[in-house]
């Protein structure tokens, strides 16, 4: 294992998926973490990340010096270099020559950390503070026009620095930088492979659950998909999977889903239809929030009593991933007062979020997965494409494209608009471009004119965005073509739609969803 130590940086969940993409697992923790408790974990190399702070600032954070005397090989990047450096008697200094963005490193010295590292490719570097002086003991590996220590090593304790950031894609030798790390100057093995996770997680589920009982409530992502195949493959009939039907899926998602786990992983799910209730639950309510918290409690509510018809249950599996448990949260820290500031808020508002109090012990497999090593997982297990690369559903489903009050009637329309969105999106092949493609209800009605006929009906608001992370997007520029295909289609194919419109706000101002 390797551990990375976060000093704040935006970074360090991407060093920790570079390493274990050299199959060698990792984690994130508190750069605050001990020399004690690193050497219990004895990890075979650590990394420190970089940061957003000066090292000589003020309340700046610091690592265990002791370290540097643990006899495991260190690497700093950025900040972590300097820190390495300032707390071994080199010096570090706010110098006028920063360099942000691509540079080009000229290698001194192409032995271990920089071996297959061409000379004068680039690196990305973004950094104001600089190495002025070294520390005893340490020599030049690399430097650029304005960093005169790009990278650095003191070879007897292993310990490196490098100025720039390997972990980012423009740097182009970056990832076999961090194999020489990883491999040559720690010795570790490729261990950290999908098979050997599904094996371990397998053990340890059995040693942990014993003959007891797990509950799991599908939603028929790629999570809880893959979470109930490692269950059943570990604990067979004594787990059981729930799935809630709210009535706002997508057409035929919950019949597929239940069919695909019957047929492909012989897991038979509990279906529970309550499609009723939650209509009813919602029955005139307009506003969005209100509509969020019924669906929410209502959730609560029948999972509440489905668990008691269908239990008891000792366990309840949840699929929680690693950035959920990354130590690093409380770590960011403010630049201009070193004061540790939140951590960015994600929007969390999964209906499928059940109450803490709930009279469960946790059961979490996928604690230790990144969402790319848990489609690896679900891939290898056979999951389908569909789910494996699933575009995001929001928990509210359709009720939230459905603006306003949400009826039957509604729900129908947008079905089948939203299903003719999706087969267009596929046939053009850009389902895997575009972050969401959905059909969104307006609850106006507009005049058309259909074969002489005047028509009264309502528009379906077509959204297709870009995101990396949900968290801003931007309308996806797709072709006129495929625009044209899809407003026919679903004027002329989905009674009650007569005018097809195409959301170009991006986020923000704009949310992606419409509620
Ligand atoms: P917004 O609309 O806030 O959406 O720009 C950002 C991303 O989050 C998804 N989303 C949700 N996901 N439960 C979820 O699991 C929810 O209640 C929910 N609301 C929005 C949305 O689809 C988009 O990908």
Redesign the pocket.
Known sequence: MIVILDFGSQYSELIARRIRETQVYSEVLSYRTTVEQLRQLNPKGIILSGGPNSVYDQGAPQCDPGIWELGIPVLGVCYGMQLMVQQLGGSVERTDRGEYGKAKIEIDDPTDLLTNVEDNSIMWMSHGDSVTKLPEGFGLLAHTTNTPCAAIAEHDRNLYGVQFHPEVVHSQFGQALIRNFVYHICKCEPTWTTEAFVEESIREIRAKIGDKRVLLALSGGVDSSTLAFLLHRAIGDQLTCMFIDQGFMRKLEPERLVKLFHEQFHIDVAYVNARERFVDAIAGITDPEEK?KRIGHEFIRVFEEESKRLGPFDYLAQGTLYPDVIESADTNVDPQTGERVAVKIK?H???GGLPKDLQFKLVEPLRKLFKDEVRKVGRSIGLPEEIVNRQ?????GLA?RILGEVTNEKLNILRDADLIVRQEINRAGIYHDV??AFAVLLPVRSVGVMGDQRTYAYPIVLRCVKSED?MT?DWARIPYDLLETISNRIVNEVKGVNRVVYDITS?PPG???WE
């Open positions: 969020r929007s508002h999964n209906v995001p559903f929001p928990g509210p939230i972050w969401q949900g997007a986020k949310t992606i969803e």
